[in-house]
């Protein structure tokens, strides 16, 4: 299958207690709706509950304002039946929320919807959420110190995958976030022990199929979720900027493959000398183009008419055919190219890329 | 066979030499939902009634025998036609002769699976597009009024020709696993014995004039 890009984004916190609270306003709740308020209370007091939803409305309901409001609430929606379809496309958003159900009396529609809500929690203040057992967890009447238990574990490891699945762009990227791993021509994302898994990326997959999160919580359970496409966004991934005339003229006779002089030390040299040695600058070798002297990974250079453009990568990933990337792994000097196999469905490791790789007609990738 | 789609995203077809619109199967239980999940006359107490009579079962669940559990039945007329009103304009329960027209047109028309199936899983979202797929895969239709479950579906409420107050009765043949008795559809009107019970075979397909 051949390769496509999207766009997805992951809403996790680690704590496992963001909670989404789901309130039954229907008829088969109205003698149990003291019951339902003062647990919502609770939870709203003692979790990280954003937002609000009612069976069968979509619309979501602030939950710093339940003490003030919730009586007009529960009244604009006690004629609504027990229904989770009209919300799943909004409590599916914060996918790794806990989505917790207070009500009493059957949700019709349960069975439609459970396989998609892995960490939906039914608590029943009167008669049974679940239309028939095994449907999903319910807690029968909990007390509140019950429910918090059930709802604190926290998640611990984040696993992003899919059929053909390479990220070109992550955020956030930090040495404190998620990193990129590569296990048998298959790439994947992993967060652990993250303060917060939120993710946004941008990648490529075979066409036609979904990623998805693999979340492990500390208690060993293991959800998996399907990541749904986003339309595709244009962050300010890729800081740009021009190169100045010298440095211009550099990169020509480097890309040409034509000696010139250094100007760190001043000696000639090659298109395999990147990297030198700056007077009074530390020991590390920086990029001899002090355009992007602070710059790491990869870099773009494109000639268009009497400049060069640069682009840099902040995962150090850019995808440079249709079925090929080059990338720079965390402490290497030296990017290298994988190949995507069609016909296997996997990434093969190609080459080391060489110092000026061509990219396109006018486009080369350097590694600095 | 043009399909368009309405408010619940379920199907309908265009039936020009009728002069009107139908939906392509009778009304689903999870287009009745989107009906009750606003505020209404018809919360949870009227819903568990209906589905006393005729369980709800799951899109994914459908089997051969268990299909009848996908439509609204046990309902009554004049809630039907609560359900044409939000539905939105022109939207009604059918005359005999519409109904019969119906049942004479798609049994004339001719019905391509593979084509249907493509257009239906592009054009669906969920839960319609499992359910529609699944109903398409246990059928495996050779004609569009083998799709509509006109025959081996429900009952349809029907409003009997000139008659006001209106007066309605039945038309379909239900499979005799739903209900045990021998029809004669399209020509014979099933007669409910009492209108202010529920039956149990007796469900709805909506029909848009104009």
């Known amino acids: 299958m051949p390769l496509h890009e999207a766009c997805t ?3 996790a916190e680690a704590t496992g207690e963001s909670v989404i609270l789901i309130l039954d306003a229907s008829e088969s709740a109205s003698s149990c709706q003291r019951q339902i308020d003062a647990l919502a209370r609770e939870l709203i007091e003692k979790t990280r509950v954003d ?36 919300l799943l496309k909004e409590i599916r958003r914060e996918q790794l929320a806990r989505q917790v159900v207070i009500g009493s009396g059957a949700i019709y529609d349960l069975d439609e919807v459970n396989e998609q809500l892995p960490n939906l929690l039914l608590v ?51 040495a404190s976030s998620y990193r990129l791993d590569y296990q048998d021509g298959s790439f994947m994302l992993i967060g652990e022990n993250l303060s917060h898994y939120t993710v946004r990326l941008r990648y490529l997959c075979e066409a036609g199929q979904d990623l998805q999160a693999k979340i492990t919580h500390r208690s060993g359970v293991e959800n998996i979720f399907p990541m749904e496409q986003e339309p595709a966004w244009t962050a300010e991934e890729s800081p740009q900027g021009w190169l100045t005339p010298d440095e211009s003229a550099l990169f020509d006779l480097a890309a040409a493959k034509q000696p010139f002089t250094c100007p760190c030390c001043l000696q000639t040299k090659l298109q395999d000398h990147l990297r030198c040695h700056r007077p009074g600058e530390g020991i590390l070798p920086k990029s001899i183009y002090n355009t992007l002297r ?13 400049r060069v453009r640069y682009r840099t990568f902040p995962n150090s990933v850019l995808q440079v055919s249709a079925d090929k990337v080059a990338m720079m ?22 080459r080391e890329m060489e110092p000026y790789y061509k990219v396109g007609e006018a486009g080369y990738v350097i590694t600095v | 066979m043009l399909l368009q789609y309405d408010r619940t995203g379920f199907p309908l077809l265009c039936l020009p030499e009728c002069g009107l619109k139908t939906h392509l199967l009778p009304v689903t239980k999870i287009q009745m939902e989107s009906f009750l999940s606003e505020p209404n006359a018809f919360g949870d107490t009227w819903y568990e009634q209906v589905l006393e009579l005729n369980p709800r079962i799951a899109a994914h669940r459908l089997n051969a025998h268990n299909r009848e559990n996908l ?46 199936k493509d257009q239906l899983s592009d054009s669906l979202d969920e839960p319609a597009r499992t359910l529609l797929l699944k109903l398409l895969d246990q059928l495996r239709p050779s004609s569009w009024l083998e799709l509509s479950l006109m025959t081996q579906g429900v ?13 309605w009765n039945g038309l379909g043949a239900p499979r005799s696993e739903f209900y045990p008795n021998a029809f004669n559809p399209p020509w014979e009107t099933i007669r409910p014995l009492a209108h202010a019970h529920r039956i149990r075979y007796f469900g709805f397909r909506l029909v848009q004039r104009g």
Do not use: C
């Not at chain 2, 022109?90 to 391509?112: C, N, R």
């Open chain 1, 9 to 11: 984004t992951l809403a």
């Open chain 1, 51 to 86: 937002r609000i939803y009612f069976l069968g409305n979509p619309v979501a309901y602030p939950a710093n304002e339940f003490a003030r409001q919730s009586s007009r609430w529960f009244q604009e929606n006690r004629l609504r039946a027990s229904l989770l379809i009209p």
């Open chain 1, 124 to 174: 029943s203040v009167g008669e049974a959420l679940t239309p028939y057992p095994g449907l999903a967890t319910e807690l029968a009447s909990p007390n509140t110190e019950s429910l918090l238990a059930s709802l604190r574990d926290p998640i611990v490891r984040v696993q992003i995958a899919g059929p053909g699945f390479l990220p070109v762009f992550w955020h956030p990227s930090d």
């Open chain 1, 294 to 306: 602070d710059t790491k990974g990869l870099v773009l250079l494109q000639r268009e008419e009497s």
């Open chain 1, 329 to 350: 792994s965390r402490g290497a000097r030296v990017a290298s190219l994988f190949r995507f196999d069609r016909e296997t469905g996997r990434w093969q490791t190609d």
């Open chain 2, 71 to 116: 439509f609204v039945t046990g309902i009554q007329a004049d809630e039907a036609l609560a359900f044409a009103a939000w539905m939105g304009g022109g939207f009604d329960l059918p005359t005999v002769q519409e109904w019969q027209q119906i049942h004479q047109g798609l049994q004339d028309a001719d019905l391509y699976l593979p084509s249907l």
């Open chain 2, 155 to 167: 009952v349809e409420w029907v409003r009997m020709e000139k008659t006001s107050p209106a007066v």
